[in-house]
C-alpha cells in the first residue's frame, strides 16, 4: 500500500490512512433507553406539586430558603423537580417551605396500605 499524500504534497495523517481502511459505515445503534424508577418520577412529581400548592414561583422559594440560611439556586430546585433526586435535608427544608412533610413530597399518603420492601 502507497501511502497517501495531502494536497501539501507531505504524506497524510495517520488518521486519514486509517479512514482509508476502516471498515464501511454501519448505522449506529440507537443509545439504550434508560431505565427511570418509579419512585423518582412519584418524587419528581410530588416537589412539583408542593410547589404549585403553594402558589410560589422557584425564585420565592429560593429567597425563603436562603432567608433561613438554606442557599441553592433556581437550577439547582428545577433539577429536584425534573429528576425527584433530592437530599433528605433539602427535602426537610423544602417541606418546612411548603408546609407539608418529607413523606408528602416523597409522593406517599397516609391512606396507603403496608407493604413489604423485597422478597
Known sequence: ????????GR????RALVADVAAP??????PAERQV???L?????????????TGMSEQQVVAVLAEHGFRITVAR??????TGVIRVDAASRLADVYGTTIDSL??????????PVGP
Open 1 to 8: 500500500m502507497t501511502p497517501s499524500l495531502s494536497s501539501s
Open 11 to 14: 504524506p497524510a495523517p495517520l
Open 25 to 30: 459505515e454501519v448505522a449506529p445503534e440507537p
Open 37 to 39: 424508577d418509579p419512585a
Open 41 to 53: 418520577v412519584e418524587v419528581a412529581q410530588a416537589l412539583r406539586g408542593a410547589r404549585a400548592r
Open 77 to 82: 430546585l428545577r433539577g429536584w423537580e425534573r
Open 106 to 115: 416523597a409522593g406517599r399518603r397516609a391512606y396507603r396500605a403496608h407493604h
